[in-house]
């Protein structure tokens, strides 16, 4: 059965997508300093350590993201294409937790000397790190650089397919998917920044647009076998070496996962989306991916002693007890995030919106 969407209707699966992705962006960084050693370890452990890879696709959750945000917000500008909300929007949602996650890391900074990557704390530096001109604080942040280069973007493929159609939006991807290959535009923003997957945000906006020619197809019998191909070839991708190419095909493995998600039947093989936790996870995915970089030195410590305390343990289960222990000690920060700043915030954007008349009130992204 095809689940009809509306313009304006909220999808939970989607964001329990997004908690998915999130969780596996701090597997992956978890993951990383170990590759070596499961490397070294030959055997079993080795090829359990390449599973534990592709589970945790961290470059490909991120492009999903942007898929994603393509998606919703593509969604928001067909409710309301006003620029100015969208700006406003964007300012509300994306902003205050990303002010709030580098005061803290700066105030545990100033309190310890603990930092999650080295960088200077001087207070020009801070001001540019929660614009997101500098990304040096909290590297993972460097998406959100991405994410606001984008809004041009996005609100011009909004106008260009509401003047003259989906055409213009293709010749937008093959452009941008062309300079993706080109290292002076890809590292265009500089710091460990890649715009390379930039016309992610666009497949997203075409999902949206062309949703309706797309889900006769995802309401095949074939729906099944694509959702396992999309995550085969997700997955795949986090064990080959990151080229433009497999940029492009997590790119469409995402738009296809969402596109299932939203317009095609509700299959099995999703059910885990609706389960509390992940829907959980999903609320609070973007104060929890900000803030996951805080746990990886303890996670790091703990992954030592592990490996010190039992040697004969395999490299991948010290890499699922470190990423588990990780996880936990972000979730309830992260929660606090979510509840105590992002929640305000977009609350906040609610009664900027209904101060204006000629702007209707919308729900959040």
């Given at each position: 059965m ?23 962006v701090a597997?992956?960084?978890?993951g ?20 534990y ?12 993201f ?15 294409p ?9 300012l ?9 996650v ?10 310890t ?26 590297r ?37 998917f ?16 890649t715009?390379?997957?930039l ?9 949206h ?41 997590e ?7 969402v ?27 973007y ?22 305390a039992?040697p ?15 996880v ?21 954007g ?16």
């Amino acid at each position: 059965m095809t689940v009809p969407v509306t313009p304006g209707a909220f999808l939970p699966r989607i964001e329990s997508l997004r908690g998915a992705a999130a969780l596996a962006v701090a597997f992956c960084h978890v993951g990383v300093p170990l590759a070596d050693a499961a490397t070294a370890s030959g055997g079993l452990d080795a090829l359990a350590f390449r599973i534990y890879e592709a589970l945790s696709n961290g470059t490909g959750a991120v492009v999903a993201f942007f898929v994603m945000s393509g998606f919703v917000l593509a969604k928001s500008l067909d409710r309301n294409p006003d620029p100015l909300r969208f700006l406003r929007h964007r300012l509300f949602r994306l902003f205050p937790a990303i002010v709030a996650v580098i005061a803290a890391i700066t105030l545990v900074y100033r309190c310890t000397g603990f930092q999650p990557y080295p960088a200077s704390f001087d207070l020009g530096n801070v001001l540019l790190n929660m614009l997101t001109v500098h990304t040096d604080i909290n590297r993972v942040m460097w998406s959100m650089k991405v994410e606001v280069f984008a809004t041009p973007l996005i609100l011009g493929c909004a106008w260009l397919f509401a003047t003259f159609g989906p055409r213009p939006l293709w010749v937008v991807i093959a452009v941008l998917f062309g300079l993706s290959w080109i290292g002076q535009y890809a590292a265009l923003l500089g710091e460990g920044t890649t715009i390379a997957p930039l016309y992610a945000f666009v497949f997203g906006m075409l999902l949206h647009f062309r949703g309706d020619a797309f889900a006769p197809l995802l309401a095949s019998r074939w729906a099944t076998p694509a959702a396992l191909l999309s995550v085969s070839a997700f997955s795949v991708c986090s064990v080959l070496k990151q080229t433009g190419w497999t940029l492009m095909i997590e790119c469409l493995s995402a738009t296809l996962l969402v596109g299932l998600i939203a317009y095609g039947p509700r299959l099995s093989i999703f059910r885990p989306l609706d389960w509390r936790v992940v829907r959980f996870y999903g609320r609070i995915s973007y104060s929890f991916y900000l803030l996951h970089p805080m746990s990886l030195w303890l996670a790091g410590e703990a992954a030592l002693r592990l490996q010190h305390a039992a040697p004969g343990l395999p490299v991948t289960a010290v890499a699922v007890l470190t990423g588990v222990l990780s996880v936990a000690l972000v979730t309830p920060v992260a929660w606090l995030c979510w509840a105590a700043v992002e929640m305000p915030a977009i609350r906040l954007g609610r009664r900027a919106r209904a101060a204006n008349p000629a702007a209707p009130m919308q729900a959040p992204m």
